[in-house]
């Protein structure tokens, strides 16, 4: 593969998955089914733009916020005044989501293809 974030083989371009494709701007799949989304328009969507600035999958632990059993697993924190803290999917996505409006959440439901169960798996968040 060249070009940018390509999967699969022998491509060129932008996002591509699959073999031998050339697109630079191809089209998004959402929750397994292809969409009229080009990838560009997606990674410019306020849905992204709300992942990018809200979705906390590392956060710096200041020393003085530690528990006792973060303090004895991360020692070091002595040093540098605190740990980076790595939260699973899961966890950032149940922290996130009950911060959100209904209109944020909503760019998420709203989705093309959107399907419950997949998002659930996904992101441990129930919306049924």
Avoid at 53 to 77: C, D, G, Q, R
Avoid at 84 to 95: I, M, P, V, Y
Wanted: a negative charge; glycine letters at 6%; proline letters at 3%.
């Amino acid at each position: 593969n060249s070009g940018e974030s390509n999967s699969g083989d022998s491509n060129s371009g932008y996002r591509n998955s699959g073999a031998f494709c050339l697109d630079e701007n191809p089209k998004l799949i959402l929750f397994d089914k292809l969409t009229d989304i080009n990838v560009r328009d997606w990674e410019n969507s306020e849905a992204v733009n709300t992942l990018y600035n809200l979705l906390e999958i590392t956060m710096w632990v200041e020393s003085s916020l530690m528990t006792a059993y973060e303090k004895k697993a991360y020692p070091k924190h002595e040093t540098t005044g605190g740990y980076l803290k790595t939260k699973t999917l899961h966890e950032a996505w149940g922290d996130m989501w009950p911060k959100l409006t209904d209109y944020k959440q909503k760019l998420f439901t709203d989705l093309p293809n959107f399907d419950a169960e997949k998002f659930k798996i996904i992101t441990g968040i129930d919306v049924k």
